[in-house]
């Protein structure tokens, strides 16, 4: 259940509640694909740096290691020790990124595995069922991801046939959520809006699915190659026909900047690799940039990652130490990176929280993005 507490403009502070614990919103979610974030961090870590919801990847759990034996081991939460909520994406992403290693059909997408090749075949049933045996809070509809520069007439079918599979994915989870065996009945749904950027098929698409009367809404298909402009644009085309009374999740965004944006156009859910990533090859975010931990400048730089900051890496260790592990291939360097980045997107979502429910959202943003851009 979602409780709207605050709006500042467009930008709203929510309460979001699941059988796993509530979210508060907006919310960064880190993206642990295969049941693990990665950079060596446990679910410990994850406490520890003010972690709210943990992502998981649909299609990498079921190809390894199969969402039968998730099952057989309890569900998510109790195989990766994590007692909050998990959000599962529901593999319509990698019909995307996966481009030459599937045939998309109405029944669904036929794939060849990644892994070893061999044949997979994943449709809305499919899906909804892989992802009630991982047993996820919230479980995405199955969708497809069109291209960025794909034309309009393909949009618009692709659009037409992810809204036919959204209503098969309502139906089998609310089959699914009946089972004697199923483990977590309460599984939530969110459905996704899609339409590339044509703004007139995206808020056709959204008026659509907001009948359906779903757990919360998502909108995917943007960050794959468009403009920063152009994804402001669609925002600000959709957001204002989902529900505002139900979570607007925008998906695998982004940066920063990014995030602070789409939280003034109404958006509360977020989630990208960005942190993690670029931690593992010794990016940092702080309040005045992004420091490249390799640069020689920070040899004998005996400072934190960033004064003031509290996570695991800048209460202990220097920029010149993590330098050297970095340097040296020592896994301990991509480890603090990615919890410092991690602690940074959680600590600045809290930030985002505080600002709305003062009513200075706007000043917040403009303070923290004059910030990250000073120290360019």
């Known amino acids: 259940m979602y409780e709207l507490l605050k709006k500042d403009g467009k930008a ?3 309460r979001f509640t699941t059988v796993h614990g509530t979210i508060e919103t907006p919310v960064f979610m880190n993206v642990g694909t295969a049941a693990a974030i990665k950079g060596a961090v446990s679910t410990d870590d994850l406490r520890e740096i003010k972690t709210q919801v943990e992502l998981s990847n649909t299609y990498h759990l079921h190809v390894r290691p199969g969402d039968d034996v998730v099952k057989k081991m309890g569900g998510l939460h109790r195989f990766m020790n994590w007692d909050r909520p998990i959000l599962t994406d529901s593999g319509g992403f990698q019909v995307f990124s996966l481009a030459s290693l599937r045939k998309i059909k109405e029944e ?15 449709g809305p049933e499919e899906s909804m069922q892989i992802q009630s045996n991982l047993a996820s809070t919230i479980a995405m509809a199955f969708d497809e991801c069109p291209s960025s520069v794909a034309d309009k007439k393909y949009i618009s079918g692709s659009v037409e046939r992810t809204t036919r599979w959204l209503k098969r994915c309502k139906d089998e989870m609310a089959r699914l959520n009946s089972l004697p065996d199923t483990i977590n009945p309460h599984q939530m749904l969110f459905g996704i809006n899609q339409g590339g950027v044509y703004e007139d098929i995206r808020v056709a698409h959204a008026q659509q699915i907001t009948e359906l009367d779903l757990d919360g809404y998502a909108v995917g298909g943007l960050a ?16 204002p026909h989902l529900p505002e009374n139900k979570p607007t999740y925008l998906m695998g965004v982004g940066t920063p900047a990014n995030i602070l944006e789409a939280v003034d156009r109404g958006v509360d859910f977020f989630d990208c690799v960005y942190p993690t990533r670029n931690g593992r090859h010794g990016h940092v975010y702080t309040n005045h940039g992004k420091l490249n931990l390799f640069n020689a400048k920070y040899e004998l730089d005996e400072r934190p990652i960033e004064e003031g900051c509290s996570c695991p890496a800048c209460r202990s260790y220097s920029r010149a130490y993590i330098r050297h592990l970095l340097k040296a291939k020592e896994m301990l ?41 000073a120290g360019k």
Do not use: P, Q, W
């Open 12 to 14: 709203k502070r929510g």
């Open 108 to 122: 669904g997408v036929h794939f060849h595995s990644h892994v070893d090749g061999h044949k997979i075949f994943m």
């Open 224 to 239: 794959v190659g468009e403009s920063h402009e152009e994804m402001y644009r669609i925002l600000d085309a959709v957001v």
């Open 333 to 373: 360097g991509m480890r603090l990176c990615v919890l410092h980045n991690l602690y940074f997107y959680n600590t600045m979502m809290e930030e985002i929280r505080d600002a709305i429910e003062a009513g200075e959202y706007k000043a917040y943003k403009k303070r923290k993005l004059d910030g990250m851009m």
